[in-house]
């Protein structure tokens, strides 16, 4: 079964940092686009950032770009998002989910997503 395991979340102050962490068993990440997303509470879930399976290319949404870092270490077979610089509006549940192989992220970033983990909480105090 593809399903990616989130962890790292939890609470910060604003200015602080946390990294998370998305990983699998039974499975290679490295086969799969990446991307994390939050949802926030009343929010739609929003694309935070994505990395491609075969270049390592990655992309960020405005809202996080500058602070937030995504990377692979296929080893591990964990992808991270390193996040600083944090403030109370990064609060919110995020999610890794693999997505297929044939685009790169800077092309199509936050589509064609197929199976999800189940979030791990993040929040954000001021």
């Known amino acids: 079964q593809v399903q990616p395991v989130e962890s790292g979340g939890g609470l910060v102050q604003a200015g602080g940092s946390l990294r998370l962490a998305c990983e699998a068993s039974g499975f290679a990440l490295d086969y799969y686009r990446i991307g994390w997303f939050r949802q926030a509470p009343g929010k739609e879930r929003e694309g935070v950032s994505c990395?491609?399976?075969?270049?390592?290319?990655?992309y960020y949404s405005d809202s996080v770009k500058g602070r937030f870092t995504i990377s692979r270490d296929n080893a591990k077979n964990t992808v991270y998002l390193e996040m600083s610089s944090l403030k109370p509006e990064d609060t919110a549940v995020y999610y890794c989910?693999?997505?297929?192989?044939?685009?790169?992220?800077?092309?199509?970033?936050?589509?064609?997503?197929?199976?999800w983990g189940q979030g791990t909480q993040v929040t954000v105090s001021s």
């Open positions: 989910a693999t997505g297929d192989q044939y685009y790169r992220c800077s092309d199509y970033p936050w589509g064609s997503y197929d199976y």
């Open positions: 990395v491609s399976n075969s270049d390592a290319n990655t």
